[in-house]
């Protein structure tokens, strides 16, 4: 019954007029977060199509839809490029998204499991998104009881199979960087690496060894090293990688801004890249292109991990079953100058 036809239209004309139940018409009227995206959407066409307007003769007003996003670390340009891929897909669906920082507590652990998951739910959030954070099973299981739906991006761990993850090719990547150094003549390539109990960073680890082994060699341990994904990690491996009596000649670098690390390193060296040392990172955030020379890198597809991440959340959240618990978006090696061939 389209507005403007004299007759008002009743909730069941719009309920029918979009394939859903009366019940599911009445929870999209009333802002519930239980209903699928698409359904929400064609439900709200018709209301709007329809002139709808309740029988107190006012319109509801829908709360606003919120779900929290939660880094361990808000000013990495890492961060920075899935929060525009997240708000962005949050626009498009009609989703607030409030951005902070991992709880801690003042002694230092997280908050108590349940103590989060019930805040969050009391605050009518329809689910959590964290990225890169460690989460304990314990905590998991909070959110679980809680209701609320949970993505984890590049997760540190995953406490259990069935938490929702979204993630790049990381082992892919991790070969395709070592091949790429391979082609270019080097064989002493050094790893300088993650946290040791990072999944995404293990995953790039062992792409690393398998292109060295397809390629006859053995990997040297003490060419391997492990950190944070900083800058200042990567300036202290390189320093310890470089100082070595038979030094790489290049360098896979597990992120960004550990490989702007490795490149100051080998600046203070007085040593030149990619003339006397080739590096290559991983993420491809705005800053690869930014400095000089500009960093070869693995390029993780950031924004669009964002958007799946949300978008993924809303389904959870509307009950819906996913077909896979694990996404993994594709990477690719983006070449510019910090890599040569070997002198």
């Known amino acids: 019954m389209p507005a403007g036809s004299g007759k008002r239209a009743t909730l069941q004309m719009v309920a029918d007029a979009a394939g859903v139940s009366l019940p599911t018409a009445s929870k999209v009227l009333n802002g519930r977060g239980d209903v699928a995206e698409a359904t929400r959407t ?17 319109r509801t007003i829908a709360p606003a839809r919120v779900v929290d996003l939660v880094f361990d670390d808000l000013v990495s340009p890492y961060s920075l490029e899935l929060l525009r891929g997240i708000t962005d897909a949050g626009a498009e669906s009609g989703v607030d998204v409030v951005v902070g920082r991992v709880p801690v507590a003042d002694d230092g652990p997280l908050t108590p499991e349940d103590s989060w998951a019930q805040r969050l739910k009391s605050s009518g959030r329809e689910g ?12 998991v299981e909070g959110f679980a009881r809680a209701g609320l739906a949970l993505v984890v991006i590049d997760p540190l761990n995953l406490p259990r199979v069935e938490v929702t993850s979204v993630g790049a090719t990381n082992w892919n990547g991790g070969v395709s960087a070592t091949e790429h150094l391979l082609g270019l003549g080097h064989r002493r390539i050094a790893f300088a690496g993650g946290p040791v109990g990072a999944s995404c960073g293990q995953a790039r680890l062992h792409g690393y060894r398998a292109a060295l082994e397809n390629a006859g060699l053995t990997p040297d341990p003490e060419l391997v090293l492990h950190g944070a994904f900083e800058y ?27 490989a702007l690390g490795v490149m100051e390193a080998a600046r203070r060296k007085g040593l ?16 690869a292109a930014l400095t000089t020379p500009g960093l070869t890198t693995v ?35 983006v070449e510019r100058g910090s890599t040569a061939p070997i002198a």
């Not at 998104?129 to 905590?139: D, G, M, N, P």
């Not at 924004?303 to 996404?327: K, P």
Request: charged letters at 25%; zero cysteines.
């Open 272 to 287: 030149r890249v990619p003339e006397d040392l080739s590096v290559v990172g991983f993420d491809d955030t705005m800053l």
């Open 232 to 258: 200042p990690d990567g300036l202290e491996m390189g320093t310890r990688l470089l100082e070595l009596e038979n030094p790489p000649t290049a360098v896979f670098a597990a992120s960004d801004a550990t």
């Open 299 to 333: 390029r993780q597809p950031l924004q669009d991990m964002g958007r799946v991440a949300l978008r993924t959340l809303l389904r959870l959240a509307a009950g819906e079953t996913l077909d896979s618990h694990h996404v993994e978006l594709a990477t690719n090696l």
């Open 42 to 58: 064609r439900v709200e066409g018709v209301l709007r199509k329809y002139g709808y307007v309740p029988q107190n003769g006012r």
């Open 128 to 139: 959590l998104i964290v990225v890169t954070s460690e989460l304990s099973l314990a905590q």
